[in-house]
């Protein structure tokens, strides 16, 4: 049997998120060619594509023609235009979460997928990491479930912790758009669409979220990155005929990186839509957009 031609593959973002798991993993991968680097600092492109010996680019645009997909690690509306512009080169995506920050963004953003007929994953990590993802399989194909609630108290912004992947976007969009995108990426995928959503605000960038879902069930969110750090911690639970099952501990986010790389490979070589594409990243936002609506000004 012939060895298949290796995915083409470009990397657009410099950060510590591309540095630490999206260039090491695409470099890494033996069904990929990390084809180059491209990133709004040209010196840290220049610097990330020396590391792994790949070409650091200075028309983005030049790494889409040079590329047969391209994975993003840019806050999320510098994402959505240009990985509008790599579709419409040809290039399938490998996206981060949330896709965009506002509906029309997002909507764009999809139509340019569609138009194009290119492959999309987006990377939500509990969807790709194991034993999460398996646990999420295995809800989902279970029936009777109740209720639901996905909590997620992060402390980037608390005044006793700190992260490197701390950025300008997170501390202006708060818990609602960075870790909200983890709670719908388990709750939707068991329970259903979200019909619903009630959202309140509370210290800081608190949110609370009360949905109601397709199949009947309700859950709750609560999302958070300013949460004091000795009270950080995720949890997702669900009720239901079969008892209560909650969520095991998730994998590191460079082995459900390299399974997201290996969605989107899948997905480019049999056509076949993963179920993480830019449309579930779409719905995302328009939740998302929803309950934020809903909350004060600021």
Known sequence: M?????????????????????????????????????????????????AHATTAYADVDELFAASDAVAFAVPPDVQAPLAARAAAAGCHLLLDKPVATTVTAARDLAAAAEAAQVASVVFCTLRFAEPTATWVTEQAATEGWFAGRADWYSSFYAADGSSPFSSPWRAQRGGLWDVGPHALS?????????????????????????????????????????TPAKASGSTVELRGEAGIALMPSGGGALDAFRA????????????RPH????????????????????????
Do not use: N, Y
Not at 196 to 214: N, T
Not at 260 to 271: P, T
């Open 2 to 50: 012939p060895t298949m031609k290796r995915l083409r593959m470009g990397l657009v973002g410099t950060g510590p998120w591309a540095s630490s798991t999206h260039a090491p993993a695409l470099a890494a991968h033996p069904d990929v060619e990390l084809t180059g680097v491209w990133g709004r600092r040209p010196d840290a492109a220049a610097s990330l594509a020396s």
């Open 275 to 298: 179920a993480c594409d830019v449309r579930f990243g779409l719905r995302v936002t328009e939740i998302l957009a929803r309950a934020e609506e809903q909350l004060p000004a600021g």
């Open 186 to 226: 388990v709750l939707l995928p068991v329970l259903g669409d979200v019909t619903e959503v009630k959202a309140a605000a509370g210290l800081a960038d608190l949110v609370h979220l009360i949905l109601r879902h397709s199949g009947g069930a309700s859950s709750t969110a609560t999302l958070s990155l300013s």
């Open 260 to 271: 997201a790389v290996d969605a989107l490979v899948e997905s480019a070589r049999s056509g």
